[in-house]
């Protein structure tokens, strides 16, 4: 029996009728009857999901369990931090779209870095956190230790480290939630990062070795294995935000067990959706619509499948509105 519905959900299905609204709902019962039946969800978040303040929705649906693992890029790792203890330092930007290579300069030279409407304080954000993961970092190394980019993370936040510094309320920190619930997560490309830029500094400097993070083969390694303990039953479903590495990486799992590793009875991802304002062309990954991961060995026939051509910040909060019952 489905839960009563709050006022958000409720406008939803009253007004969503069409089109993309329409794939909207769509996505939503089907996100809601992949979990009611048992399956479980990886959510993958592309763009600068975190500098726009996903958190408030998505850090509730990692509390209430309907996320059981995360794909994100590195950029999305470190950001959601940044937001939470460089908030107050943040600036926006309504007009970026009329901004000048010469404005542009200008944020640079005053340390801003910008991401459309928003730009991110160099002082305050980056380096507030650098100061703090260096120290992890080689206390890692020192203890001949290895870890995930985004187990350091972990520990910074649960160390209570940062505590002081937060400037938005906790609840609304999606890292923080999966960091209390130890939620799994795979960071592929995190060298494509400013963290991953600035551990990189310390390798070519000697004062810490590449190996002392995890590497994205070891990521794999690890999705393979926890890929292939929860790919049963009703399955994994896969919630996609964007596209590119956070969302292909873990999507090739299915197929590498299969064809690479040669294993039997490999289930595929048993819910799709992708929210995406790519429209599909020649070569692009995230316009791609579902039906050609099917040929790919991701997609199984009848995966229900949704593709919502719109943009995410507006569109995922509503979806896990509607998950959440609001």
Known sequence: ME????????????????????????????YEAHLTAGGKMLVSLAGAMSTAEL???????????KVDIISCTGANLEEDVMNLVAHSHYKRIPNYRDLTPQDEWDLLQN????V????????????????????????????????FPHEYMYQLLLSGVLKDEYEIDPKN???????????PIVVPGWEDSTMGNI??????????????????????????????????????????????????????????????????NIQKWRYYCQITDSTTSYGS????????KITWGKLDVDTPSYVIESDATIVAPLIFAWILGQ
């Open 3 to 30: 839960n009563k519905k709050g006022p958000v959900s409720q406008f939803l299905e009253t007004n969503f009728l069409h089109f993309n609204a329409a794939t909207v709902v769509d996505a939503a019962k089907g």
């Open 55 to 65: 958190g408030i929705s998505l850090a509730e649906m990692i509390r209430q369990g």
């Open 111 to 114: 340390k801003y870095n910008r």
């Open 116 to 147: 459309t409407d928003t730009c991110i304080p160099e002082e305050e954000a980056f380096r507030k956190i650098q100061h703090h993961i260096e120290k992890i970092w080689k206390t890692a190394e020192e203890n001949g230790e290895r870890y």
């Open 173 to 183: 920190s999606w890292l923080l939630a999966a960091a209390e619930r130890n939620l």
């Open 199 to 264: 551990f990189a500094s310390y390798v070519i400097k000697g004062e810490l070795k590449a190996s002392t993070v995890k590497s994205g083969i070891e990521y794999m390694v690890w999705l393979a294995n926890f890929y292939e303990q929860n790919a049963v039953g009703h399955g994994i479903g896969f919630f996609q935000i964007g596209g590119g590495i956070a969302g292909d990486f873990s999507m090739c799992v299915a197929p590498m067990l299969e064809q690479d590793m040669e294993k039997h």
């Open 285 to 292: 990954y995230s316009g791609c619509i579902p039906n050609e």
